[in-house]
């Protein structure tokens, strides 16, 4: 049995005010998303956890995904 690698991209088109955004897929730790935030100059930059963003799993755990 092997264990499959995924890149799961979500796009979001941001209004300065939205601070809540949803996603769909299973991740076990809140280290495996990153975000990046590209300005619209088309300037990306990797936001830090904790510092720049956080994540929450349902009910508040990721053991399930």
Aim: proline share 0%.
């Amino acid at each position: 049995m092997s264990i499959q690698d995924e890149n799961v991209r979500v796009t979001y088109d941001c209004d300065g005010s939205t601070v809540d955004f949803a996603f769909e897929f299973k991740i076990f730790s809140e280290d495996d998303i990153d975000v990046i935030l590209t300005d619209s100059g088309g300037t990306a930059t990797t936001l830090t956890i904790t510092t720049d963003y956080t994540v929450e799993g349902e009910n508040g755990a990721f053991e399930s995904g």
